[in-house]
């Protein structure tokens, strides 16, 4: 018996949302991945960078990922793009004249802010506009807020994308992810 408690100690790590996206982005060979930098995604994007499988870099605005990834798709390879809620702000002219039309598989996770606690009235007006944004533009999205079910729907998302060539924005609600820490 006390082999086997000292084997439980050798557990590993508790499940963690990032780990879920990078491991799920893998598995649907989904290697390029431009950013838009943000708190909430931070450890996502540093545990990127240190894996040899990912092409992962900043981009200056949200648009340019976008079309990276439009560019990325039209050359054979898969990618997604990371961004937070105000940045979703200035996509819908991307998402309607390229992503849409020409059927790009763009996969986007975009870290809610604008509610729960929000201090900024600007994130919290850019919030309430993005799923009626999502919605006009018959785009895909599903809002992840907690972490048993976040591999399911992140996964199909992807494959859903792939196999209908379609845009798809998986919104990561500070219910999964703890959201924007505010210091005093």
């Known amino acids: 018996m006390a082999a086997a408690q000292g084997q439980g100690s050798l557990q590993s790590e508790p499940e963690t949302w990032h780990g879920v996206v990078q491991r799920t982005l893998k598995r649907n060979d989904v290697r390029l991945v431009p950013y838009v930098p943000d708190r909430v995604l931070t450890t996502l994007i ?9 092409t992962t870099f900043p981009a200056a605005r949200e648009e340019e990922a976008v079309g990276i990834v439009a560019g990325a798709w039209m050359g054979g390879m898969r990618g997604a793009v990371l961004m937070q809620t105000s940045g979703f702000a200035t996509l819908a002219n991307a998402l309607a004249s390229m992503a849409i039309p020409y059927q790009i598989p763009l996969v986007m996770f975009v870290s809610e802010r604008g509610t729960l606690g929000e201090f900024n009235y600007g994130q919290a007006l850019v919030c309430r506009t993005m799923r009626p944004v999502l919605d006009s533009l018959a785009m895909v999205h599903h809002t992840a807020t907690r972490l048993d079910e976040f591999e399911f729907i992140c996964d199909r998302s992807i494959k859903q994308a792939i196999a209908t060539q379609a845009p798809v924005a998986l919104i990561l609600s500070p219910l999964l992810t703890g959201g924007k820490v505010f210091e005093k």
């Open 46 to 54: 540093k545990n990127l960078h240190a894996d040899p499988f990912f």
